[in-house]
């Protein structure tokens, strides 16, 4: 079955300090995966695909088949990174994607 | 250009009424996904239509309908509303399918009483 976990609720570290967001999938085809966004009273964005491999807002994410991850990672956390993370698996045959449960990022001043 | 948009924002509705809710997607893109966004369940797929066709439901009953027009607008019907479908209702649209990445819409909080 197709699944994403996302171990934690939350994370909280303090400015300046690297920051990781776990995400571990289960699918038994390729993998498309993704991380989404959602700030405080915004809408929920898309942050990077991992078929981009591209930085945004200085996050990157890697994809490891063999441990089954995609994790999210900055390594200097700024207070505008606080939100909600998600991490979803795209399903081409379903035309839709599996979603995390999030992760809420606090950033500490 | 215009994002995604939905209405109403907001909706109270009484037990075993129905509502419909509406997508406006980003022009140019041909595929509208709709998500429940509850606390407890998270986001949970509801359908997907491109070009007017639904290519998937989710698991939800019956009374959760959708379709999609000719200039890709969608609309969602719920009938029979019972508590349990107090939720946020995204919508989501994107170029083609989900790989695309989706651009969403602020949502419908429909809060059942």
């Known amino acids: 079955a197709q699944r994403v976990t996302q171990p934690e609720k939350l994370l909280s570290v303090f400015k300046g300090a690297p920051v990781e967001l776990k995400c571990n999938y289960s699918?038994?085809?390729?993998?498309?995966l993704f991380w989404y966004v959602q700030y405080s009273r915004q809408r929920l964005q898309l942050l990077l695909r991992?078929?981009?491999?591209?930085s945004i807002k200085g996050f990157t994410a890697d994809l490891n088949k063999g441990e089954t991850s995609f994790h999210l990672k900055k390594p200097f956390a700024q207070e505008e990174d606080s939100a909600m993370y998600y991490c979803?698996?795209?399903?081409?045959?379903?035309?839709?994607?599996?979603w995390g449960a999030g992760t809420k990022l606090i950033i500490k001043p | 250009k215009a994002g995604v948009t939905q209405t109403p924002r907001y909706l109270i509705k009484t037990r075993g009424q129905q509502v419909t809710l509406s997508c406006s997607p980003i022009?140019?893109?041909?595929?509208v996904s709709w998500y429940q966004q509850t606390p407890g369940q998270g986001l949970q797929f509801l359908f997907e239509?491109?070009?007017?066709?639904?290519?998937n439901k989710g698991n939800f009953p019956g009374r959760f309908s959708g379709r999609q027009f000719s200039n890709s607008r969608s609309e969602m019907n719920v009938s029979t509303l019972e508590l349990g479908d107090s939720a946020l209702y995204l919508c989501?649209?994107?170029?083609?399918?989900?790989?695309?990445?989706?651009?969403f819409g602020s949502g419908t909080r429909l809060t059942v009483v």
């Open positions: 979803a698996l795209s399903v081409r045959s379903n035309y839709q994607l599996i």
């Open positions: 239509y491109f070009s007017e066709t639904q290519r």
């Open positions: 991992h078929i981009s491999r591209e």
């Open positions: 699918y038994s085809g390729s993998p498309e």
């Open positions: 022009s140019g893109h041909r595929s």
């Open positions: 989501a649209s994107s170029l083609a399918q989900a790989s695309y990445g989706y651009t």
